[in-house]
């Protein structure tokens, strides 16, 4: 690890300053678990760590209303799992959360930092495209909101500018019928990133009109949204041939690397099963 | 065989006399000195699996500030070291011959500026073609890696078999007439399995400091055989024995890879450059990149049965990829310690058995718990099975029906003097029996094995008694996490009717210990704990001696009926010292079997283990606790071996680099495991004890892919049993599974 200066801004305001400041040089940390990583193998230098824990602007958990639910991007995941409002309001979110890694990283590590680490192999994002969420992102330039899927350009890549911040996520407030899922697929140890992961979120009536939201992980350089398979489903009844092809679709969409966690055609052949599997929970019996 | 019972205090739990030092940090491991004005280390490797070294220019590492000295393979030629045969440069001069072979090293005040210089190292590289494989290697016209290796020094070790350029070692074993043997079966059965090459994964990683104190060499280390190491380094460094002191009181995790040294010869070098003490602890990635890891090997298994299902014939061909140095391998055969022993607890009549091993350009390899049968064992219960399978047999009808019984002349032509393997099957047909019949999808598979109960060795304890009637023992055996220096005061305090507590057992450095030949090979318990028994009983004898013939001097008539009146008696005029002295050879061994009772996912591949019985044989046990945590501690570390555990070699270099990558099992994927221990034959060691850490460890791969086989009919070849392996053969075995 090389060595370099650590910056404790108070505001928002001053961690954006100093990211100007120090533009490519600099590095936002939140829990730091991910980047304090590639800190100390050397895969990412920075002259400048500007670390986001004083900033109590960016933490807590707020219901809006009709507004939905507000979380602040350092909230760690330790904390979106066990909160109850979080629980009764996208239990989905809570479930992802809890699958991350193990508790330790799950005190330390902010929901915030893992979307701009990027990592596509990560459990709440599918979860937050399925819930169609929202990110609040501010920079010197202003605030913009973009939707969880259209985050991530690549592999630890993101549409964020390195003076950016995430400051907050919204997720919107579901339909009372709104039933989802969350299947991990971990067939080497419970503290493993996915092999593949499928996140799903359903309204409608089973019978008339589903809709779903389906955010796939670990299939390709970012999580995605499976709108392809959306589509086959979305309008229709629920039958196995439905589920079937919506599955296909998704995972037609994959584009999987080969790791320890398995082959590409494995992985798309596994993205195929568990969105089989995340349909059948969520568009079968309400 | 007469075998003296203990106290029956011998079967309360054991209060690990090392334990708080290790839970308050107090102990002390390698990686935990510090020294006044103490540099450290680091090293430039290379790149390239086989490359040329045309040139180091050390000039930018030098002139960085805080760096004391930098050695190249110019400064430490000619020597190498290794355990037998010493083929492994202390820094690589000419060729470098594997990715992560060291060519210069250097010493700084800092472990980042050490790192630093070392990346401004820079070597001008001619790359050469490289041989991956033992197939690559033994291929006519390869590059030969060691084309001086009839010039090399040798410890006791022989490479005689190896008659081919690259073929490190070559060892056969016949008996009966298996050519006969085949052509008298009535079915022939052959089977080809894959075992990968994996890291230990023990806790600590390799860590060492090196000083010179005049003429003396002083070493504080990770190694587990401080003796072996002292002597090794006096052979590879060409400096007398006397002069060196090693001191290794903890090792922090060994399971094999702690009897390999590798930075202390370096450090010795740089010790002696810059006149200070030098460390180095070696980072997760060195261990997995540049280590003794475990040999992965190709395993070719060929059986004739008889109509009547009798093994009539068997032939093994165990093919080890070597590496690039055999420095690691502890054995004179610089094989595996049980190479040859394949098709293990069978009656065989005619068999023949070849093992070799072959130098390529890839990470070195070394000893790994239960070495040989941890690869071997995969092939031989699993070509069990298939054979059983094929003959439409009920698996453990078929091993019952060949088991080795008392008489029976085994793979390696050891006669059984035991129906302890029968007796373990039929404590598992028992169990089966009592189960409820198994539900669709879910399979049952066995697993067996056996392991001696200790390698031959001698080591001496010098024991002494007290005016406060304490005993202090000294051992220069090191304590590497089993509980060996409980074992000796359990033994000690037990032979003399004692409280635990009276007796004191210290590790004393080569310096100040008596020999001992290290913590491996399943020794601990047979011989250091031996050695604690002949300890005592002269202790006794002393102390009575001098009681008795002070009290008939001093007229009293009372007889000292217990040691501790003698004792008191008899040290009025000082301590005590006697020595204890004790000797072993393989002459036991016990026996195991797994039954893991697995369902598969059809869609998936991923297989739940829902039950796993393992059966032991076992002697009398000196440590309760240990001893089941041995046995859970060995599934365990198997279950890594079996479902996850590849070190990944990609042209070569180990892609598999941190222990994100490298998974080891977490607590959380440990499955219910359900132990019966048969112990109505005591073991040869001392009350009747025997070892028990590199038992299991080699058997629950099988039983998972026989258990598989068994749920849905598919087969895997090959470890570790991922699901996308399961997957694969499910999808080749092209059948319907029984899975719903």
Not at chain 2, 452 to 478: C, E, F, M, N, Y
Request: charged content about 25%; hydrophobic content about 40%; aromatic content about 6%.
């Amino acid at each position: 690890m090389s060595a370099f200066e650590w910056h404790v801004p108070a505001t928002i305001a001053d961690a954006l300053e100093l990211a100007d400041r120090y533009k490519d040089d600099a590095q936002f940390v939140a829990g730091g678990t991910a980047v304090v990583l590639l800190f100390k193998s050397g895969l990412v230098q920075r002259g400048h760590a500007i670390s986001l824990h004083r900033i109590e602007a960016l933490r807590g958990i707020n219901l809006e209303g009709e507004g939905g639910l507000r979380i602040g991007s350092l909230t760690t995941h330790r904390e979106i799992e066990r909160s109850q409002i979080v629980r009764a309001h996208s239990l989905l979110l809570a479930t992802a959360c809890a699958n991350v890694a193990t508790v330790r990283i799950r005190n330390q590590a902010t929901i915030g930092g893992n979307l701009a680490h990027a990592d596509p192999a990560q459990d709440p994002a599918p979860a937050l495209i399925a819930l169609g969420a929202r990110l609040i992102v501010t920079g010197l330039e202003g605030t913009r909101t973009v939707a969880a899927e259209d985050l991530f350009t690549d592999l630890f890549e993101t549409t964020l500018s390195p003076s950016e911040l995430i400051v907050e996520v919204r997720i919107p407030q579901a339909p009372v019928t709104s039933r989802s899922i969350y299947l991990k697929f971990l067939p080497r140890t419970e503290d493993d990133y996915a092999t593949v992961s499928v996140a799903a979120a359903a309204t409608g009536d089973v019978a008339e009109d589903l809709r779903v939201r389906i955010g796939l992980g670990a299939v390709g350089s970012t999580p995605i949204r499976a709108r392809a398979a959306e589509d086959v489903v979305n309008g229709h009844s629920f039958s196995e041939d439905l589920i079937a092809t919506a599955a296909d679709a998704a995972a037609a969409a994959t584009d999987p690397i080969e790791d320890g966690r398995g082959s590409a055609e494995y992985k798309r052949e596994m993205a195929r099963v568990f969105t089989t599997r995340a349909l059948r929970a969520v568009a079968h019996n309400s | 065989m007469k075998i003296e019972r203990p106290s029956s205090r011998l079967r309360d739990p054991e209060l690990r006399i090392d334990g708080s030092q290790k839970v308050t940090g107090r102990a002390r491991y390698a990686g935990d000195v510090q020294l006044d004005g103490m540099l450290y280390a680091a090293t430039a490797w290379s790149p390239y699996p086989h490359a040329k070294i045309v040139r180091v220019n050390t000039t930018a590492a030098r002139q960085l500030p805080g760096v004391h000295a930098v050695i190249t393979g110019a400064d430490v030629r000619p020597h190498r070291f290794g355990r037998r045969l010493l083929d492994w440069p202390v820094l690589a001069w000419d060729r470098a011959l594997f990715v992560g072979d060291r060519v210069a090293a250097v010493a700084a005040e800092t472990p980042r500026i050490a790192e630093a210089a070392a990346g401004l190292i820079d070597v001008q590289w001619d790359e050469l073609p490289a041989v991956l494989t033992p197939e690559e290697a033994l291929a006519p016209g390869a590059p030969v890696l060691h084309p001086d290796l009839a010039n090399y020094t040798r410890i006791r070790a022989s490479t005689d078999g190896a008659d081919r350029p690259n073929l490190r070692a070559h060892q056969a074993y016949r008996h009966g007439d298996p050519e006969a043997g085949f052509a008298a079966s009535a079915q022939i059965f052959t089977h080809e399995f894959v075992i990968p090459r994996v890291h230990h994964g023990y806790i600590e990683p390799h860590a060492a400091v090196v000083w010179l104190d005049g003429e003396t060499v002083h070493v504080v280390s990770c190694n587990k055989a401080p003796f072996e190491l002292r002597e090794r380094m006096a052979v590879a460094l060409g400096i007398p024995l006397e002069s060196i002191v090693v001191e290794a009181p903890f090792v922090g995790g060994d399971f094999g890879g702690k009897g390999t040294s590798i930075d202390e010869y370096i450090l010795y070098f740089l010790a002696r450059a810059t006149g200070r003490p030098v460390k180095h602890v070696m980072s997760y990635t060195e261990e997995l990149r540049a280590t003794s890891t475990r040999s992965d090997a190709r395993i070719l298994m060929r059986t004739g049965v008889a109509e009547d299902g009798r093994i009539l014939a068997h032939r093994s061909e165990v093919l080890y990829n070597a590496g690039a140095y055999a420095g690691g391998m502890p054995v004179p055969t610089l094989l595996p310690g049980d190479a040859m022993l394949t098709l293990t607890c069978y009656a065989i009549p005619n068999v023949k058995v070849e093992a070799r091993a072959v130098y390529t350009n890839t990470v070195p390899t070394g000893h790994f718990r239960a070495p040989g049968l941890a690869q071997n064992a995969f092939a031989a219960e699993s070509h069990v099975d298939l054979i059983a399978r094929g003959l439409g047999v009920d698996p453990l009808e078929f091993r019952l029906k060949n088991a080795a019984r008392s008489g029976s002349i085994d793979v390696l032509g050891e006669t059984w003097r035991s129906d302890k393997f029968v007796r373990v099957l039929e404590t598992i047909a028992r169990d089966r029996a009592g189960r409820k019949p198994l539900s669709g999808g879910h399979g049952r598979g066995v697993g067996v094995g056996m392991r001696h109960v200790g390698a031959p060795g001698s080591t001496s304890l010098k024991l002494t008694l007290g005016r406060d009637r304490t005993v202090d023992v000294l051992t220069g055996a090191s304590e590497q996490g089993t509980g060996v220096h409980t074992v000796v005061q359990r033994i000690v305090a037990d032979e003399l009717g004692i409280p635990w507590s009276r007796v004191r057992v210290r590790y004393g450095d080569t310096a100040e210990a008596l020999f001992d030949p290290g913590v491996g090979g399943s020794r601990g318990t047979p011989l250091v704990g031996g050695a604690a028994l002949r300890g005592a009983k002269a202790l006794r004898e002393k102390v009575m001696l001098i009681a008795s013939s002070g009290r008939r001097e001093g007229g009293g008539s009372e007889d000292l009926a217990t040691f501790d009146d003698a004792a008191a008696e008899a040290t009025r005029d000082g301590p005590i010292e006697v020595v204890g002295e004790h000797r072993t050879e393989f002459d036991d061994a016990n026996v195991y079997a797994y039954d893991v009772e697995v369902t598969v996912d059809s869609e998936t591949g991923r297989v739940n283990i829902v039950d796993v019985l393992l059966v032991v044989t076992t002697g009398t046990i000196l440590n309760p606790v240990a001893h089941r945590g041995q046995l859970e501690g060995a599934f365990v570390f198997g279950l890594g071996s079996t479902l996850m555990e590849k070190l990944e070699l990609d042209e070569g270099r180990v892609s598999t680099l941190t222990l994100g990558d490298y998974k080891l099992p977490t607590i959380a994927d440990v499955p219910p495991l359900r132990i019966v221990r048969l112990d109505r034959e005591p073991n040869s060691g001392p009350f009747g004890a025997g070892s028990v850490g590199e038992l299991a460890n080699p058997g629950i791969g099988p039983a998972v892919a026989n258990a598989i086989a068994d749920a849905v009919g598919a087969r895997v070849m090959a470890l570790p049993i991922t699901s996308e392996s399961v997957w694969r053969a499910l999808r080749d075995a092209g059948r319907p599974s029984k899975a719903t």
